[in-house]
Each structure stands twice: as structure tokens, then as C-alpha cells.
């Protein structure tokens, strides 16, 4: 089992910036990837940013594209998402996930972080 644990979330004014991170615990040797995912309410929960943990190959939704940065720091178990140009649109919940294989199943979830973003 791998455990995940988020931080970093809160307010910020739009155009501000933040960085999220999210500590694995557990059987973290055997993570192939994690990522993250937001989920505004009422609406479906969507992919923002994944990264490989070997060899940091990373993957970015549209949504994340030029503005946010996944990495990852082995020696801490940890994968950081760093948010800048923020907008009122990437208000919500922010969930990291980790994954064993390449699927594109992600069977490890962490309870979530709010980020609101003021106009």
C-alpha cells in the first residue's frame, strides 16, 4: 500500500502562486508514477500533471500547460506542484495519486487539498 498526504493549499489572489506538495508513505518503492488531479464542485475531477518516478518524465494537461511544474524528490518521497499565474478557474480540490505501472489507472489517492483562487 502507498500512503499520500497533501499540502500547500489556501487562498490566493489571482496571478499569485503556489506550490503543493505530497509526501508517499509506505511501500513507496514500488511507485511508477504520481500525479495530480483537481476537482471543482460539481464538476468532474480532471488531470493537471504527472511525473515518472525514475527517470521524471512528465505529462501536463491543457489546463496546466506553461503555468504549473511537477517534480519530485526521491530522498523525500515527495512530488511538489508548483502553481503560478494562478486564476479564479483553478479554484478547487487538489488530489495527488500514485500509480505501480503504466497504466492509466491511479489506485492510490490522497484526501485532498483546497486551493481558491480570488479574482
Known amino acids: 500500500q502507498v500512503q499520500l498526504v497533501e499540502s500547500g493549499g489556501g487562498l490566493v489572489q489571482a496571478g499569485g502562486s503556489l506550490r503543493l506538495a505530497c509526501v508517499a508513505s509506505?511501500?513507496?518503492?514500488?511507485?511508477?508514477?504520481m500525479g495530480w488531479f483537481r476537482q471543482a464542485p460539481g464538476k468532474e475531477r480532471t488531470f493537471v500533471a504527472d511525473i515518472t518516478w525514475t527517470n521524471r518524465r512528465t505529462l501536463y494537461g491543457d489546463s496546466a500547460k506553461g503555468r504549473f511544474t511537477i517534480s519530485r524528490d526521491n530522498a523525500k518521497n515527495t512530488v511538489y506542484l508548483q502553481m503560478s499565474s494562478l486564476k479564479p478557474e483553478d479554484t478547487a480540490v487538489y488530489y495527488c495519486?500514485?500509480?505501480?505501472?503504466?497504466?492509466?489507472?491511479?489506485?492510490?489517492w490522497g484526501q485532498g487539498t483546497q486551493v481558491t483562487v480570488s479574482s
Open positions: 509506505g511501500r513507496t518503492g514500488s511507485v511508477y508514477s
Open positions: 495519486a500514485a500509480k505501480t505501472t503504466p497504466s492509466v489507472n491511479y489506485p492510490y
